[in-house]
């Protein structure tokens, strides 16, 4: 992929304001909660991080259906949760590292006293 000077102030700049959707990045929310992977026929497939089912993922059908199973079909997912709420990893990961900072410091606390056995 060739990539432009991002400071040169050409129509490539105005354009990052009214970006048309022809480049297809997934915005859609239900990728927070959804996996994208290739079946052995080579199609684009979605799979449930709930549930772990694989939905085919056509481009030209959208993702209304991959909307649709996530808000009803699926089994596993919490009812009434707002789309791309179930599972953003992003958000995991915070949390995971947060509990690991917090761990660490406890055992740190824990090695300092226990070195000083005055
Ligand atoms: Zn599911």
């Known amino acids: 992929m060739d990539s432009e000077p991002s400071s040169r102030m050409s129509e ?5 304001y009214s970006r048309p959707k022809s480049k ?3 915005t859609s929310k239900v990728w927070h909660e959804l ?3 290739r079946n052995e026929k ?3 497939i979605a799979t449930c ?5 694989a939905l085919v993922a056509d481009p030209n059908r959208g993702t209304s259906h991959l909307k649709r199973h996530l808000i009803e079909s699926c089994p596993l997912r919490p009812v009434g949760l707002p789309l ?7 958000r ?13 410091k406890e055992i740190l606390l824990y090695i300092v006293e226990g070195a000083h056995p005055f």
């Open 35 to 37: 996996v994208e992977g």
């Open 12 to 16: 490539d700049g105005y354009s990052e």
């Open 84 to 90: 791309g709420e179930g599972g953003t990893s992003n």
């Open 24 to 26: 297809r990045k997934k």
């Open 49 to 53: 991080i709930h549930c772990k089912i």
């Open 92 to 104: 995991e990961e915070e949390e995971f590292v947060f509990n690991m900072n917090d761990l660490r």
């Open 42 to 44: 080579g199609e684009t």
